[in-house]
């Protein structure tokens, strides 16, 4: 569910119509739902504290939408932090998200992160190798403290969904096998730098069905299990994320209550563990939306019709990377019969095409569009390929809304770049 809706004629978001953020802020314009934010964190730790999980920490995945004020939405209403860079980490500070909720993942963590992620107090560091682990803990060791991790397992099942996002098979460079968790756990216990307190698992992105999932988190009970059983102290369990959002036009993702349902199950009898979570795409993809202008209807005599947009690929990479499908929504629809266009921006490549043969209610230049589905994976992934200013950042609470990053002028592009000496 989310709170972009047609009212009279023409699509809102909560209670402003995404015309009027148009006209006062220019396109392309990305434009996020506070109440969808809230709603949707809200339905995952409902479901999880309903199905017994107590006291889940969900820290929300930084990649998945990195605004400031997003994250401040989210964390005001509980949510942690999950982070995979420094600028992550300052990102989720400067939102107001304690630093005992945010765990620090990713696969190559620099020294400088690391030691940056121990000054702040983060709540996890998630190694994912033997070098790591022996990094953080020299860093930790000379700066005197102790660095609380945990180890991130591959558990090789296949989640499915695109090659791209799939991240938990073993031929995959994330996380180490069973086995070498085991022995990292064990070696991690007796080293003065650092203080394992649990393993953590992410096994891919906008995963439909729950079977990879449960097929995962088998294997992570099992080890934990076997972990303890060796006399070593496990207290935190790390599921990822990974839930699909419902995208039009693919497959349902499942429930939250099902998924949640189907943890307690396969951790049922389990004690003493405390369960994070790291959403990303379930809790900001229906949150927002990138709305772009209608520059030409290039319509060829020998039939194509071409939707010319003002934003491009720079803007919202998904469908050029990932051949992503963004339901595309007219903002204001006209009537009439549907007609089939290929809707691309004006960067100069075929790639930069969102979509073809695409059905939609007629359209003429000058047109407001709405590309459904684009507070995940969206702004985060924009760049500024042909010297695009990066699209400004709306956020809508009820009948507000206030621009959360501006669109940078040609002069702050140019002014980030500096002569050679010799030039
Ligand atoms: N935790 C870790 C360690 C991750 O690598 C990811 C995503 C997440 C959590 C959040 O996953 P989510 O709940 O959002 O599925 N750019 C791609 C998606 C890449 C996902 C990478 N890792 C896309 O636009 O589809």
Redesign the pocket.
């Known amino acids: 569910m989310n709170h972009f809706e047609l009212q009279g004629g023409e699509l809102y978001c909560e209670d402003v119509a995404l015309a009027k953020i148009a006209e006062a802020v220019g396109t392309p314009v990305y434009v996020y739902s506070s109440a969808t934010l809230e709603r949707h964190f809200n339905v995952l730790r409902d479901a999880l504290t309903a199905a017994g999980l107590k006291d889940p920490l969900i820290a929300f ?1 930084v ?2 939408n990195s605004n400031v004020a997003v994250l401040r939405t989210l964390a005001q209403a509980g949510a942690g932090a ?1 982070v ?1 860079s420094e600028g992550e980490i300052r990102r989720a500070i400067a939102a107001g998200v304690p630093a005992e909720r945010i765990v620090f ?2 696969v190559g963590k620099t020294e400088a992160e690391v030691a940056y992620a121990l000054e702040t107090g983060v709540a996890e560091i ?1 190694l994912e190798s033997e070098p790591e682990l022996h990094l953080v803990n020299t860093v930790a060791q000379r700066m005197g403290k102790r660095a609380t991790i945990a180890i ?1 397992v591959n558990p090789d099942v296949e989640a499915g969904g ?1 090659a ?2 799939s ?1 938990g098979k073993a031929e995959n460079k ?1 996380g180490v096998s069973m086995a070498e968790a085991e022995r990292l756990y064990a070696n991690a216990s007796n080293m003065a730098g650092v203080r394992p307190v649990g393993v ?1 698992c ?1 096994i ?4 439909t069905d729950l079977a990879p999932l449960e097929a995962a988190f088998r294997k992570m009970r099992a080890l934990v299990e076997r972990l303890r059983a060796e006399g070593l102290s496990v207290e935190r369990l790390d599921l ?6 419902p995208y039009f036009n693919q497959p349902t993702p499942p429930a939250p209550s099902d998924y949640a349902a189907m943890i307690a199950r396969v951790m049922d009898g389990l004690p003493d563990i405390q369960f994070a979570f ?8 229906n949150a927002g939306v990138l709305v772009a202008r209608v520059l030409h209807v290039n319509a060829r005599p020998e039939g194509r019709r071409f939707l010319v947009l003002d934003a491009a690929m720079n803007d919202l ?2 469908p050029a ?2 051949d ?1 499908y963004h339901e595309i929504q007219p903002v204001k629809p006209r009537a009439g019969e549907p007609v089939v266009y290929d809707v691309v921006g004006p960067i100069c490549e075929t790639g930069d095409t969102f979509t073809r043969d695409r059905a939609l209610p007629p359209i003429e230049a000058g047109d407001l569009v709405a590309f459904m589905t684009a507070g ?3 702004a ?2 924009s760049s500024e390929y042909n010297s695009r200013l990066l699209a400004p950042e709306v956020l809508v609470k009820g009948s507000q809304f206030a621009v959360v990053r501006p669109r940078p002028t040609y002069d702050d592009m140019l002014a980030r770049e500096q002569a050679a000496p010799w030039l």
């Open positions: 995945a990649k998945a999950d995979v993942s990713g998630n991130r695109h791209k996002i991240t994330f953590a992410h891919g992105s906008q995963i990822g994320g990974g839930l699909a959002a790291e959403p990303g795409r379930m809790i900001a993809a990479l998904r990377m990932y992503a995940a994976y969206g985060a992934m």
